[in-house]
């Protein structure tokens, strides 16, 4: 029986591991990780992370063939193929500080798996990682032990949260890198095996290490650089009357371009984009390739840009001030079907409106309330970007509340954000809503799901992105 072991139980670990085991039930699959909390929480029934179907997923396989323990030592000398899925931020200190990814975790792991490992591996990047991190892999493995064998392979991983279950079973592709010698071709066999038992032949791509490792960033990449391409023109579009939903539509149906991706918000958050593309403009500056670095960090900063606009829009709009004023701001994570706050746009646009003084009553239906609480408290890191959002600090938490329901945010409120697109916004009673809030009522959508002209019949005064002011 092959034995899978992965090292990180987080948003990658645990969902790919508990599709492998669905998919596989030859396959012995232990997830392991060093934080009990969330380990303990894998073999409960309340799983650490929120991702539509996992649950079913996970009570199918585990205890059969799919197992979560803090026991990574032995799991991990026990294994076949090995797979390396612990977290890379960005760096906040030293060298390539606001740019660089962390790779203590990784290093640390690769440490590990030379001390316990007494047979052949297959050591398998799952992590997003910099190009050429297989290269300094394979050199902390082999220094550190003798007489075995590891051939390394790169496996990025491309699901998105929110559906990562689908996209785990129903995959647009998988990349496998390896090395171009027998061993390194033996290996991705290995990997590609695992994968055939249930993704088509033509959908598994492989590579050499470095293309492996790089199209993982530049996918990450040209995904935002398409969400600021359309915030910038939600810009254009508010300054000449234009509808970006309109323009994107018409954009959307050259076949050459086509329509995903070009929704126009208050900007792009979670845990990948920003530290993908930071990591890409690392790796172009150390190269000496200081044009296309700039080209690459123009995408953080139009995003920076967008959450800046619709800060300074909410609070022009409400006669220059929000201080002492009620914001209901209804959604926290970085989209919807997820409870993940990492970057999420709604920490920096809760920062800029606590900043002139607001009180907000913060309303998610999946993120807790202790994780709202921690992401406004903590001190922002100063990129070297400009980033004008004020830092918040537990003084203005003070001015936060966190609520159960839509309607109770809204009670008494002069203005609503709307900063996550879940569908249960969509269908609120906005008649309702309206008769409880303070007077005039103002709808900030930063995410264009409302019904802008049936809001404007109730009475409220709406601003989407990149749409008419007028009604
Ligand atoms: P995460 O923070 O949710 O999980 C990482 C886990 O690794 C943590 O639980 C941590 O405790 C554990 N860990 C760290 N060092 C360890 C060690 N030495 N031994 C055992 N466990 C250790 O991170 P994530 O969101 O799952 O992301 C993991 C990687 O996958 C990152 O490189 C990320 O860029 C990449 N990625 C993330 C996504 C996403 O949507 N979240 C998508 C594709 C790729």
Redesign the pocket.
């Known amino acids: 029986m092959v034995k899978i072991c992965c090292?990180?139980?987080?948003?990658?670990?645990g969902p790919t591991m508990a599709v492998i085991a669905l998919k596989c039930p030859k396959i012995l699959v232990t997830v392991?990780?060093?934080?009990i909390s969330?380990i303990t929480a894998w073999n409960s029934d309340q799983l650490p992370i929120y991702e539509p179907g996992l649950d079913e997923v996970v009570k199918q396989c585990r205890g059969k063939n799919l197992f979560f323990s803090t026991d990574?030592e032995k799991h991990v000398s026990e294994a076949d193929i090995i797979f390396v899925?612990?977290?890379?931020p960005t760096k906040t200190r030293g060298l390539g500080a606001g740019k660089a990814p962390e790779l203590t975790?990784w290093e640390?792991?690769a440490r590990?798996i030379a001390n316990v490992s007494t047979s052949n591996k297959i050591v398998v990047e799952?992590?997003?990682?910099p190009v050429k991190t297989a290269e300094a892999v394979e050199r902390i493995l082999t220094f550190n032990s003798s007489n075995i064998s590891y051939q390394i392979l790169s496996n990025?991983?491309?699901?998105?949260?929110g559906t990562a279950i689908q996209d785990l079973l129903n995959p647009d592709r998988v990349l496998i890198g390896g090395r171009e010698t027998p061993d390194g071709q033996k290996a991705v066999q290995a990997l590609k095996d695992v994968y055939s038992h249930w993704v088509p032949e033509d959908r598994i791509i492989t590579t050499n290490l470095w293309s492996a490792e790089l199209s993982?960033l530049a996918a990450n990449a040209f995904l935002a650089q398409r969400i600021s391409s359309v915030n910038a023109m939600s810009a254009l579009c508010e300054a000449t009357g234009a509808n970006v939903s309109q323009v994107s539509n018409a954009v959307g149906k050259d076949t050459r371009i086509g329509p995903k991706f070009l929704n126009a918000s208050v900007g792009f958050g979670?845990?990948?984009f920003q530290?993908?593309i930071l990591n890409l403009v690392y790796i172009c500056e150390c190269n000496g390739l200081t044009e296309v670095a700039k080209y690459w960090e123009q995408v953080i900063k139009v995003n920076d840009y967008q959450k800046n606009r619709f800060v300074n829009r909410v609070v022009s709009s409400m006669f220059n001030t929000v201080s002492g004023k009620k914001i209901a701001i209804l959604g926290f994570a970085f989209k919807k079907d997820t409870g993940?706050t990492r970057e999420t746009p709604a920490i920096d646009v809760c920062r800029g409106l606590l900043g002139d003084k607001a009180w907000l009553s913060i309303y998610d239906p999946q993120v807790a309330e202790d994780q709202i609480k921690k992401d406004l408290s903590m001190n922002k890191f100063d990129w070297d970007h400009p980033v004008h959002l004020q830092p918040s600090n537990t003084a203005a938490v003070n001015q936060v509340s966190i609520v159960g329901d839509a309607y109770e945010a809204t009670k008494d409120a002069h203005g609503i954000c709307i900063l996550t697109e879940w569908d249960e916004f969509k269908t609120l009673d906005f008649q309702k809503i309206f008769d409880n809030m303070k007077k005039p009522a103002f709808v900030f959508d930063g995410r264009n799901i409302v019904n802008v002209k049936k809001l404007r019949e109730i009475g409220f005064i709406v601003y989407s992105i990149g749409k008419p002011l007028d009604p």
């Open positions: 090292i990180g139980a987080g948003y990658v670990g392991v990780d060093i934080s969330r990574v899925s612990v977290n890379t975790y640390s792991a590990m799952k992590s997003t990682v990025p991983e491309f699901l998105a949260e993982k979670g845990s990948c530290k993908d993940d």
